[in-house]
C-alpha cells in the first residue's frame, strides 16, 4: 500500500507517502528499498529481494489527466498532522507517524482522510542516507558565513529521504509572433568643440511563425519544495523514470502534491511563453525590444505525475527551521541556511580596514 507525506511550513500544508510492507520471506520483518543495492533490503536479517521487471514510465493524454480517474482510496490510507509546522503525513492503513522530515519534530497526531491522483512514475534514489548525509556535511561545510554549529552538528536525524510531487509536461507548440526591435548605432554629429558621438536606435518590425517542441519540462506540484529548489536542484533524468511501484517507497516518506495537474499545467504554460521569447528572439539580432505579442497553441500534450527522489535536511538555529535539499540521483545540494553575525561583521570590518590602508597609500603618494 502506499503512503504519502505531505508537507507544509508556516502554515501550508504538505502530504508525504509511505507504502504497504513487504514481509521478509526469512524473518518476517518489514523490507525497505535500498537505494544502494537498488533492490529491496531486510534491515533485520540482512535479506535481499529483487524488484522484478521495471517498466519505463508512460506519458499520458492531458485531458484524461484532467479526469482525474486514477485516485488513492479512502481505505489506503491514514492521514496524521504535524502540530509543529503544520505538515500532513499520509501513511498506509498498518504504519505509524514517527517524526516530521520538515521540522523533525515527533508531535504528530491522526486526523481526516484525504485522496489525490496516484503518482505515474518514480524515480528512484540511487544513493542510500548516509551518502546523503556526507553531500549534505560537504555543502555545509561551504558554506562560509554559516556558524560553526550548523557545520558541525548535522547528524542522521537531520536528513530524510522524500519523494517530492512533480508533473512533467510534453508539448508541440505552433507560435505566430508580432513585434518590434531595435538595434543601437552610433556616429560622430557636429563639429569643433561640439564634436561629440551620440547614440541611435534603428527599429524594425518582425513577424512570423515558430514551431518548437518541449520534452518533460518539470513543474514542481508542492510548494515545501519549491519550483525554485527544484531548479536548482535539477537536472533530474525524468525520461528514465520507472512505472510506478509502491515498494520504490518503502523506507521512504513522500509528500502528495499541493496544486493540482490543471494548476500545474497552467504553470508550465506560463513558463513555456518565456522560454518561446527568448526563443523566437535568438532569431534576430537586436538590442531592445519595444514589444512582441506571442500566441501559442499546444497540442499532443502529455504529462506524468513523477516522485522525484529528494533528501530534505532541517535544521533549527536560534529559533528558526532550516531547509536544504538533496537530489536524490546526483547528490546537488541546495537550501537554506543560518548566518554568523560574527563571520559578516568580521568581514566588514576586514574590508573597511583593507579600504582605509588603500586609502592612505593613494593619498600618500
Not at 543495492?37 to 499520458?60: D, F, I, N, V
Not at 538595434?183 to 554629429?189: D, F, M, S
Not at 541611435?200 to 517542441?213: A, L
Not at 509528500?255 to 527568448?278: P, V
Amino acid at each position: 500500500m502506499a503512503e504519502r507525506e505531505f508537507s507544509a511550513e508556516s502554515g501550508t500544508e504538505r502530504i508525504k507517502v509511505e507504502t504497504e510492507n513487504v514481509k521478509c520471506s526469512g524473518c518476517g520483518a518489514n523490507m525497505i528499498f535500498d537505494a544502494d543495492l537498488q533492490m529491496l533490503y531486510c534491515p533485520h536479517c540482512g535479506s535481499k529481494k529483487e524488484l522484478g521487471a521495471t517498466r519505463t514510465a508512460q506519458e499520458k493524454d492531458l485531458m484524461a489527466g484532467l479526469s482525474a480517474d486514477s485516485v488513492w482510496k479512502p481505505d489506503e490510507t491514514v492521514v496524521f498532522r504535524c502540530d509543529n509546522c503544520g505538515a500532513k503525513v499520509v501513511l498506509s492503513k498498518s504504519e505509524t507517524a514517527k517524526i516530521c522530515p520538515f521540522c523533525g519534530t515527533a508531535h504528530v497526531q491522526k486526523t481526516e482522510e484525504l485522496a489525490g491522483l496516484k503518482p505515474d512514475a518514480v524515480l528512484p534514489f540511487t544513493f542510500g542516507h548516509d551518502k546523503a548525509l556526507e553531500y549534505s556535511k560537504t555543502w555545509a561545510k561551504k558554506r562560509f558565513f554559516a556558524p560553526r554549529k550548523f557545520k558541525k552538528n548535522l547528524s542522521p536525524e537531520n536528513v530524510n529521504g522524500v519523494y517530492t510531487p512533480c508533473f512533467t509536461f510534453d508539448s508541440h507548440t505552433y507560435s505566430v509572433y508580432r513585434g518590434r526591435i531595435g538595434k543601437h548605432h552610433t556616429r560622430v554629429v557636429g563639429s569643433g568643440k561640439n564634436r561629440r558621438t551620440e547614440t541611435y536606435t534603428v527599429w524594425r518590425n518582425v513577424s512570423g511563425t515558430y514551431s518548437d517542441y518541449f520534452d518533460d519540462l518539470a513543474i514542481t506540484a508542492g510548494d515545501k519544495c519549491g519550483q525554485k529548489e527544484l531548479d536548482k536542484l535539477s537536472p533530474y533524468d525524468t525520461n528514465s523514470g520507472k512505472e510506478y511501484k509502491e515498494q520504490y517507497l518503502l523506507g521512504f516518506m513522500a509528500y502528495h502534491y499541493d496544486h493540482e495537474l490543471s494548476e500545474c499545467w497552467e504553470t508550465a504554460k506560463t513558463r513555456m511563453d518565456k522560454i518561446l521569447r527568448q526563443r523566437i528572439l535568438r532569431q534576430y539580432d537586436y538590442d531592445v525590444v519595444d514589444y512582441l505579442n506571442v500566441s501559442t497553441k499546444h497540442e499532443n500534450v502529455t504529462y506524468k505525475y513523477v516522485m522525484l527522489p529528494v533528501y530534505v535536511g532541517n535544521f533549527t538555529f536560534r529559533q528558526k527551521l532550516y531547509n536544504f535539499f538533496v537530489n536524490g540521483t546526483t547528490g546537488k545540494t541546495y537550501g537554506k541556511y543560518p548566518k554568523s553575525g560574527l563571520k559578516i561583521g568580521g568581514l566588514i570590518l576586514l574590508g573597511l580596514g583593507l579600504a582605509a590602508v588603500i586609502a592612505y597609500f593613494l593619498l600618500k603618494g
